[in-house]
Each structure stands twice: as C-alpha cells, then as structure tokens.
C-alpha cells in the first residue's frame, strides 16, 4: 500500500483529536501542504443544527476531494490533513437520501492513498471527558441538551458512548486503511495501534 497522503482524523469530542493533530503536523513536517479544521469543513458542533447543513457538507466534500486530487497529480509527495472529513457527516447526517452521495465519497477515498485516524475512549473516561469542561460558552451546553433531547439517551455520556460504537463499525464498513489510538485524557500519553474491540462496549 503506497505511503498516506490524505490523513483524516475523527472522533468524539474529548477523544485527543487535537493532540492527534499536533503530532501529526509534527510528524509530517514539510510533506504537510494543507490542513483543514474542523470548521473548515463544515464539522464544528456550531454547524450541528444549521438547515441544510448535510447537503452542505456533501457537495463541500465533493469539492475538497477535487481539489484534493489536483494537487496530489501537481505535488506527488504533498500530504493533506483533514480534522474531520467523510465519517462525522454520515454520523450526523439527518438526510437518508443523501446516503448515496456519502458511500460514492468514500468509494473516491478508497482510491487514493487515504488512512483514518481514530483516537478513542475507554467507556469509564467518556463521562469525563466529552462534555469539554474547558468549554464554557453556553451555546456548547444548550447543543448537547439538544443532542440529548432528539435521542433515547439518559446521559451525554451514554450518547457519546454510542456514537464511538457507530464510528467503530463504519471504520469496518468503509473498508479504507485506518489506525485506533488511545490519548490518555490525563497525561496526554498516546498508545498506537490499538485494537479497535478496546473501545467499542458501552
């Protein structure tokens, strides 16, 4: 398998995704030509409830993933970082026509050298880590007390706990190459290459 040079980071909130990047940037050096974050593509918590908002994310997708790989055919060893990508919005998505539209977007994944990479939570650190205690704006409280409300779950912990469990199976689903890590919430230690049964009970 050639070498990645589309890296996209996914996971629930708290789960180290931004220290996962930093060592990313790190890691990558100058090979790393762009980086979107997570507000670049339309994946912030502030984009959730705007109308229209997954058919949004599917034609930017389509348009970054041109983009994309223009530049790979003008600069072979460039490599692009996406903080979210392909995996949030089909989570998320509230729009059951456009499930063709995400499965041709990963299927244009699978065709260039892509990898996912996943930092997960063991199930007693969700409770602790995903309401993001460091966020104290109240438009951050009011959208997981929406989340919770549109849901059968009783706790935003348990909802968090399920949405790792979906983020799993379509990791297994997408058939694209992808790697489990653990970022310890505490330390900030990070284990690689971790079985993704690890993380998956709720």
Not at 105 to 127: C, F, N, S
Request: charged fraction near 30%; aromatic fraction near 8%; glycine fraction near 4%.
């Amino acid at each position: 398998m050639a070498d990645p040079q589309i890296y996209v980071v996914e996971g629930i909130p708290g789960s180290g995704k931004d220290l996962t990047i930093a060592r990313l940037r790190e890691e990558l050096g100058d090979r790393l030509y762009w980086t979107f974050d997570e507000g670049e593509v339309l994946c912030s918590w502030k984009h959730y409830w705007l109308e229209n908002i997954d058919v949004l994310r599917v034609e930017l997708m389509d348009g970054l993933l041109a983009q994309v790989q223009i530049l790979l055919r003008e600069e072979p060893d460039a490599v692009v970082l996406f903080n979210r990508f392909h995996i949030s919005p089909i989570l998320w998505n509230k729009t059951p026509s456009l499930a063709l539209q995400h499965a041709r977007i990963v299927a244009r994944l699978r065709l260039l050298p892509t990898k996912v990479i996943v930092p997960m939570l063991e199930r007693h650190e969700i409770q602790q880590r995903v309401e993001h205690p460091e966020r104290r704006e109240p438009a951050w409280r009011r959208h997981l007390r929406k989340r919770l409300q549109v849901t059968d779950f009783k706790d935003i912990g348990e909802l968090y706990a399920a949405d790792q469990q979906a983020i799993g199976r379509l990791l297994e689903d997408h058939a694209l190459p992808y790697e489990v890590l653990h970022v310890d919430p505490r330390s900030g230690t990070v284990q690689r290459e971790q079985p993704l049964s690890r993380f998956l009970a709720l």
